[in-house]
């Protein structure tokens, strides 16, 4: 299934409790478009909502996983990390 | 004029070694894919004029050192205005011979270079087609170039070429091993003075830097020196628009700017130069990019990691070329090093020939002369694995590299586990995410090394003697063989390794 953005699957893993909660988070997500990672406050659910996109999860070693699986809603992209001094 | 890319690409063209395209190809997988399918069978480089999503100028230039089994180095050579159908003993022993007459660059006042110039808010990377190479790459990678850095304190530029990760518009993360002079200068000296590193990466220009930059030379030796000891002319460097550093002024693009003290950005996972992907996504060397400066339409040269790319070619056809620069610098009983043993695979082991009975063996020689090798700056952190062969084992022939592996091991007498050493975290795939804060640094774990004694134990019985061509009938008919091959109707080139035995490194 073709998705917008990756997760990094660890980061995931640590915020996972915000699953279905709506309420935003902070982290690294990958645009499939640029192939650059981005800073973003997002709300992750495991079903499409309105706005939503479907997101893939990457493993430590380069392994996409659970592609379609989850869903995020971007809410705002942050400045880049070292990013926000100039 | 001196050489560069754009003359390289012409010479690629002569040697029927290039294919132009001009159909719209996407730097998103499709131009990495062309170079993985022609390393599987030793194939052309790939120039594309015409990049998808990208404005008309910059262009790609995949697959440009793409070598065969037991050629490697056939595109270096051309590269060098060398001859691509030498052996690997003799390309090794002219380069050997070439490096030892290292010539400094020249400083000029300007160069093509500079025919672009972007400063800071008008540089953007992402207007350059940097390839995506592979299915779960963590981003999109320079995977080609020569990072150009200056210790504080003294005229010794660092050159060397690293996985760059194309972070944002203005930010790159470079990735240099643990044991590399990058992190030796920037984490001894700039860092502990709390001082910024001023940083130049160098895209295209003559080949030679960039086969320098791959090298891993001994400390002090500028890598420029020995670029323009290979082609036989100095180096034309010219000022960097941002820094005092001194950058190829024929380069197709440099991109300038600085790494402050502790800065770093998540870098990964990737594939590496060895075929396979590593992690896990973990901070490196942020550097904040202030300018790039290029030529008109920019030739981006970009190279793959999978099996026969032109970064196996690279590692087979000059990384070698380091070690033995530090074998010749350290006076070590060795004949000759070369970090890649498994074919077409990058460096996956250390080798080293070890010119047997100088000095006289006692127990425990080989364990001290492993140490005295991995305990050298620039060395020390490389692989795990290390393996010795007598000085008659051509190491660049896989057959009998095997042979030695499995004929003269005993492995509970030849394998030797050292004590802990830093090796890169190419080989940290075993470790669990809650380990990796006991153990890995950045670019590095701590690990114990593989030392495999393959030389000869005892002389051989009763006059019993190796058998192969070489051996088995006079020299004078040997030759003759190999002159007429061709004539004789063969197509598929013979491989003779009396060069290997009469090379003198």
């Excluded at chain 1, 706005?51 to 942050?78: A, C, N, Q, R, T």
């Excluded at chain 2, 400063?119 to 299915?135: C, Q, R, S």
């Excluded at chain 2, 044991?179 to 200068?185: A, R």
């Excluded at chain 2, 003559?206 to 323009?228: C, F, S």
Aim: aromatic share 12%; net charge negative; with cysteine.
């Amino acid at each position: 299934m073709a998705v917008s953005y990756w997760l990094y699957k660890e980061e995931f893993e640590k915020k996972k409790e915000a699953l279905d909660k709506g309420e935003p988070v902070e982290m690294e997500i990958m645009d499939q478009g640029e192939k650059v990672w981005k800073q973003a406050k997002v709300m992750i659910f495991q079903q499409p909502v309105e706005g939503s996109e479907p997101v893939g999860l990457l493993g430590p070693f380069s392994e996409p996983h659970d592609e379609g699986k989850y869903h995020i809603k971007v809410v705002e992209i942050l400045p880049s990390p070292l990013e926000d001094e100039e | 004029m001196a050489y560069d890319l754009r003359d390289y690409v012409e010479d690629l063209r002569k040697a029927g070694e290039l294919v132009e395209i001009d159909d719209e190809v996407d730097w998103n997988y499709e131009i990495p894919a062309y170079e993985v399918i022609s390393g599987r069978f030793g194939g052309p480089a790939f120039l594309f004029n015409n990049i998808k999503g990208i404005p008309k100028g910059p262009r790609v230039l995949a697959a440009p050192f793409v070598g065969t089994f037991y050629r490697p180095h056939k595109k270096c050579a051309i590269a060098l205005g060398l001859d691509p159908n030498l052996d690997r003993a003799t390309w090794y022993q002219e380069l050997a011979k070439r490096m030892m007459n290292m010539l400094r660059p020249v400083e000029v006042a300007t160069g093509p270079c500079k025919e672009v110039i972007k400063m800071g808010k008008d540089v953007n990377l992402l207007e350059f087609p940097f390839t995506y190479h592979a299915i779960g790459e963590g981003g999109r990678y320079i995977f080609i170039n020569a990072v150009i850095i200056k210790d504080p304190d003294s005229d010794w530029i660092n050159t060397g070429n690293y996985a760059i990760e194309v972070f944002s518009r203005n930010r790159l993360v470079i990735t240099p091993y643990a044991h590399t002079n990058f992190v030796s200068i920037y984490n001894t000296k700039y860092q502990l003075r709390g001082q910024s590193m001023p940083v130049a990466v160098c895209i295209g220009g003559d080949p030679a830097v960039t086969m320098a930059a791959g090298m891993i030379l001994p400390p002090g030796v500028t890598e420029y020196d020995v670029a323009g000891g290979i082609r036989g002319t100095p180096m034309e460097l010219v000022r960097a628009e941002t820094s005092d550093l001194l950058v190829p002024a024929n380069a197709e693009m440099v991109i300038e700017g600085e790494i402050r003290p502790y800065e770093r950005l998540p870098e990964g996972p990737k594939i590496e130069a060895f075929g396979f992907s590593v992690g896990p996504r973990q901070p490196f060397y942020a550097m904040r990019v202030h300018c790039i400066t290029h030529r008109k339409n920019p030739i981006i040269w970009d190279i793959h990691t999978s099996i026969g790319s032109s970064t196996n070619a690279l590692h087979d056809s000059l990384a070698h070329l380091g070690t033995w620069a530090h074998i010749k610098e350290f006076g070590w009983p060795i004949k000759f090093g070369c970090p890649s043993s498994i074919p077409r695979t990058g460096a996956t082991g250390h080798v080293a020939v070890y010119k047997k009975k100088y000095p006289e063996d006692y127990p425990g020689f080989m364990e001290d002369l492993f140490n005295k090798v991995m305990g050298q700056p620039g060395m020390g952190g490389v692989l795990a694995k290390n393996v010795f062969f007598d000085d008659d084992v051509n190491i660049l022939d896989y057959g009998e590299f095997y042979e030695a592996m499995f004929t003269q091991v005993n492995p509970a007498r030849d394998m030797i586990k050292t004590h802990p050493f830093p090796v890169m975290t190419i080989e940290s795939s075993w470790m669990e995410e809650w380990d990796r804060d006991k153990y890995v640094g950045p670019g590095t774990i701590l690990a114990q090394k593989l030392i495999i004694d393959a030389t000869t134990k005892e002389e051989p019985p009763m006059g019993v003697r190796r058998l192969n061509f070489e051996t088995l009938f006079p020299e004078k008919l040997q030759k003759w063989v190999m002159e007429n091959w061709e004539r004789l109707g063969f197509k598929e080139e013979p491989r003779w390794n009396k060069s290997w035995l009469e090379a003198k490194f």
